[in-house]
């Protein structure tokens, strides 16, 4: 992200979030030693493909507001300033609960469009504490 003003934190989603892609591929690679090589190779794309679509959204906290940007083949960026936020929200699993993992759903004024959403990202009640912090500030 071609960003000017300083990075506060910067947030990749968690892997246990993504625990599909990633049980699948094995599940699949391992049967690819028992039936035919191409469950093998099916088994690694599938985990190639989970780990390369995590690493492609990308979460920012910056000074002036939020940004979310996913970048794979085609780029997609949405930013929120703080005084446009009008309400934080956390949800949790069970499991995701047990893993420290959850998202952070952050509603903005004017308009549903504007909507940015952390999604599997690791502490998310700390992220919400400093969301809530530079909300206080601006």
Known sequence: MD????????????PFYYFGFYFGGIFMAVLGFFFSPLF????????????????????YILE?????????????RKFTEFDKIQNI??????????????NVHIDTSGGDKAEVNF????DPYGIEH?????IKIT
């Open 119 to 122: 999604r599997g990202i690791k």
């Open 40 to 59: 093998l190779l099916g088994g690694v794309l599938i985990l190639a493909l989970g780990e390369i679509s995590r690493r492609a959204e990308t979460f």
């Open 89 to 102: 929200e956390v949800n949790q699993s069970f499991l995701e609960n047990i893993l420290g993992i959850g």
């Open 64 to 76: 002036s507001g939020v940004a979310r940007e996913y970048k794979l083949l085609s780029t997609s």
């Open 130 to 134: 400093i969301l809530r912090e530079k």
């Open 3 to 14: 960003i000017k003003e300083p990075i506060i934190k910067k947030i990749h989603p968690h």
